[in-house]
């Protein structure tokens, strides 16, 4: 059975605030964006400063029922966030997508040429 278009929003606002809360917990300047998905801008949907540190992250949120989570994310929005930061060359910049699944991160860099990432995968970035 599939979720509503409405319902998958609402959970994936939910974990793009809960990665900004860890964030915070961290020791980490962390803000969410809203945007619409469909919105041109090359914003990510969260956003965090840490020393000399920035990174944008892709937030995906899904439940693991039958086997794996694995979520894919485009070289379109893997590209959004390597644009997004850009804009900003003083710092050290990291292009990171978050998933969250089952209560836990997995976080993993975003790579030029689109991701896979799974609740299997090993963290490729720590906060």
């Known amino acids: 059975m599939t979720s509503s278009p409405s319902r998958n929003r ?31 801008e090359t914003l990510p949907d ?20 039958d086997g794996k989570a694995v979520v894919r994310v485009s070289k379109e929005q893997t590209d959004k966030l390597s644009r997004f930061l850009d804009a900003f060359t003083l710092y050290n ?6 998933l969250r699944v089952r209560g836990k991160w997995v976080f993993k860099p975003a790579s030029g040429d689109g991701i896979k990432v799974s609740d299997d995968d090993r963290d490729g970035w720590s906060p």
């Open 46 to 65: 969260v956003v965090a400063v840490k020393d000399a540190d920035l990174v944008a992250f892709e937030v995906k949120y899904r439940t693991r029922e």
């Open 93 to 98: 910049r990291h292009a990171i997508v978050a």
């Open 10 to 40: 609402a959970k994936g606002y939910r974990a793009e605030r809960e990665l900004v809360y860890y964030l915070r917990q961290k020791g980490w300047a962390a803000w969410r964006i809203p945007t619409s998905a469909s919105s041109s």
